[in-house]
């Protein structure tokens, strides 16, 4: 299990413990994985240092990854010859807009594809509800703040965010796949929604009364928000995420069901179960649905 410390991998170290299924954490930084509190001797390796994650990988049968993709070739080479991977990468790895996270989510999936390894890189969209996130979180304290909610294009956009919970059932099921060779799959909420239904159910959910949206151009928005690091209060807003604000970020997720056999939380579920807000009459805020798997081996590519 490499990159365990961080949000993702810790909870799927959690999730792996309630399960009673063995595993061996591998972190770059071991204080930082003793302060997770979980009663698991992990083993240091810098990913960039391949004679240390040879050492750390040396025996695994199965290597899941938690950490950059990027780094997919690097764990690969080091990697015993019959092992087989689980690898998560990002959605922002379909974006227009060319960034560092973006190009190291290519460069680690094409090293996994043209590797010829079994195994998958999981590609999840905007993940929400992990202990620490800053992306529901953080917004919810940006509502705070502002009387309106300025958005390019007044938040027509498209987002499909997935719950950290959906996220580890993935991987969860991915690790059980009998991966005959080497895949990519998107994983994302059931459903995908503008931006501007999503931020005012991020506001519902936080207790917030939804803002009334102001339609901005984007180069406007982009041009103000280095101002956000000089008010009090307000959370940093991101350059490049106000400009992927203006692309749609809408997945297909029928291979998901199919292959892994997890439907996704709603969002309206997904954000009670992060903010303590009640669920619906008869949902189980512990539970998603599920299909039954149907194996086939293609290697799916994501609807915009």
Not at 269 to 276: C, E, T, V, W
């Given at each position: 299990?490499?990159?365990?410390?961080?949000?993702?991998?810790?909870?799927?170290?959690?999730?792996?413990?309630?399960?009673?299924?063995?595993?061996?954490?591998?972190?770059?930084?071991?204080?930082?994985?003793?302060?997770?509190?979980?009663?698991?001797?992990?083993?240091?390796?810098?990913?960039?240092?391949?004679?240390a994650l040879v050492r750390?990988?040396?025996?695994?049968?199965?290597?899941?990854?938690?950490?950059?993709?990027?780094?997919?070739?690097?764990?690969?080479?080091?990697?015993?010859?019959?092992?087989?991977?689980?690898?998560?990468?990002?959605?922002?790895?379909?974006?227009?807009?060319?960034?560092?996270?973006?190009?190291?989510?290519?460069?680690?999936?094409?090293?996994?594809?043209?590797?010829?390894?079994?195994?998958?890189?999981?590609?999840?969209?905007?993940?929400?509800?992990?202990?620490?996130?800053?992306?529901v979180q953080r917004l919810?304290?940006?509502?705070?703040?502002?009387?309106?909610?300025?958005?390019?294009?007044?938040?027509?956009?498209?987002?499909?965010?997935?719950?950290?919970?959906?996220?580890?059932?993935?991987?969860?099921?991915?690790?059980?796949?009998?991966?005959?060779?080497?895949?990519?799959?998107?994983?994302?909420?059931?459903?995908?929604?503008?931006?501007?239904?999503?931020?005012?159910?991020?506001?519902?959910?936080?207790?917030?009364?939804?803002?009334?949206?102001?339609?901005?151009?984007?180069?406007?928005?982009?041009?103000?928000?280095?101002?956000?690091?000089?008010?009090?209060?307000?959370?940093?807003?991101?350059?490049?995420?106000?400009?992927?604000?203006?692309?749609?970020?809408?997945?297909?997720?029928?291979?998901?069901?199919?292959?892994?056999?997890?439907?996704?939380?709603?969002?309206?579920?997904?954000?009670?179960?992060?903010?303590?807000?009640?669920?619906?009459?008869?949902?189980?805020?512990?539970?998603?649905?599920?299909?039954?798997?149907?194996?086939?081996?293609?290697?799916?590519?994501p609807h915009r």
């Amino acid at each position: 299990m490499v990159g365990a410390s961080g949000r993702t991998g810790a909870a799927l170290c959690r999730a792996l413990l309630a399960s009673g299924r063995p595993f061996r954490p591998v972190v770059r930084d071991l204080a930082r994985w003793r302060a997770q509190g979980l009663p698991v001797a992990a083993r240091p390796a810098d990913l960039t240092d391949h004679a240390a994650l040879v050492r750390a990988l040396e025996g695994a049968s199965t290597i899941v990854c938690c950490a950059h993709a990027r780094h997919a070739r690097a764990l690969i080479a080091a990697a015993p010859p019959s092992a087989r991977f689980v690898l998560l990468g990002s959605t922002r790895r379909f974006s227009r807009w060319p960034d560092e996270h973006g190009d190291g989510v290519r460069f680690g999936e094409e090293s996994l594809l043209a590797s010829g390894r079994r195994g998958v890189m999981l590609h999840p969209s905007m993940i929400y509800g992990a202990q620490g996130e800053d992306n529901v979180q953080r917004l919810a304290a940006l509502l705070k703040r502002l009387p309106v909610a300025p958005l390019p294009d007044g938040g027509r956009a498209l987002v499909q965010p997935i719950h950290q919970d959906d996220l580890t059932r993935c991987i969860l099921a991915a690790i059980d796949q009998d991966w005959s060779g080497p895949e990519a799959l998107v994983v994302a909420g059931p459903e995908a929604v503008p931006y501007r239904h999503f931020l005012a159910a991020v506001a519902r959910a936080s207790g917030l009364r939804p803002p009334p949206i102001l339609s901005v151009p984007g180069v406007l928005l982009r041009w103000m928000a280095p101002l956000s690091r000089l008010l009090p209060g307000l959370p940093l807003i991101r350059e490049a995420e106000l400009r992927r604000l203006s692309e749609d970020k809408a997945f297909d997720v029928r291979p998901m069901r199919e292959r892994l056999g997890v439907v996704g939380a709603t969002l309206e579920d997904g954000l009670a179960r992060s903010f303590g807000a009640p669920l619906a009459p008869g949902r189980d805020p512990t539970q998603t649905d599920a299909v039954q798997a149907e194996p086939h081996h293609a290697h799916h590519q994501p609807h915009r």
